[in-house]
């Protein structure tokens, strides 16, 4: 039990469009779910909490007008990197959390932008 | 906020060596979880250990939250166990998880 689905997988896109990435809650019902960007050789940061039915909670330094994020059900989060630039390349990973099961992660999207 | 420090930061063992990875931890913490990064990306939830000792096949894992550490035990390493390891904690009274630097584990065969 306790599955995230994360999608897409991979996406390369051009400088200037927007990207979506969808993250799914398969088994249970997460209220709040939390958005995570990772770096090469680095760790994990927050960059976001997700509360459906409400707006999310970006961390210091995260830019809430780049990084769109829709929490409109108890199973869907979806972040938007608006406006992609190189520099947004990277790996993001959601998470809810999930019970007894503490914290459970998607498998990621690694977005490159060129 | 919360410093979540881990050791060592890389480590190569040969294959059926143990080894033991370290989390300390600056502050109280609802909830520690440890993690196996694969080479792919996929986070793998290894234990959810806030206190207490817990053991899953090879692995085992203790907490002292008085103290502000977590261990991570891996007996008879194996290659497929090479990756990157994070320790994670939820702060009181804050939720989300706030990750370590990892240790970087390489088994050789």
């Known amino acids: 039990g ?16 927007s990207v979506k990435i969808e993250c799914r809650s398969l088994d249970f019902q997460a209220t709040t779910m939390f958005w995570y960007r990772q770096f090469p050789k680095q760790s994990l940061m927050l960059m976001a909490t997700s509360n459906e039915g409400s707006k999310a909670t970006y961390e210091q330094g995260v830019e809430k007008d780049k990084f769109l994020i829709n929490h409109a059900s108890l199973t869907l989060s ?34 490159t932008v060129v | 906020g919360i410093q979540v420090e881990q050791s060592p930061p890389d480590l190569i063992l040969q294959e059926g060596a143990n080894s033991t990875l370290r989390c300390n931890f600056s502050d109280s913490v609802n909830n520690l979880q440890w993690f196996h990064q694969n080479p792919w990306g996929q986070l793998i939830n290894l234990f959810y250990i806030p206190s207490g000792t817990k053991q899953n096949g090879r692995l085992s894992a203790t907490t002292v939250a008085t103290e502000r ?11 497929t166990d090479s990756g990157v390891y994070f320790c994670a904690v939820e702060v009181t009274g804050r939720r989300a998880l706030t990750f370590g630097s990892g240790t970087r584990l390489q088994v050789q065969p």
């Open chain 1, 78 to 111: 979806t972040l938007t990197v608006t406006s992609a630039h190189p520099e947004d390349s990277s790996f993001y990973i959601c998470s809810a959390l999930a019970g007894d099961y503490g914290y459970t992660f998607g498998s990621g999207t690694r977005l």
């Open chain 1, 2 to 17: 306790a599955v995230v689905s994360q999608h897409p997988s991979w996406v390369i896109c051009k400088s200037g469009t």
């Open chain 2, 69 to 79: 550490y977590s261990l991570l035990y891996i007996s008879s390493s194996q290659t």
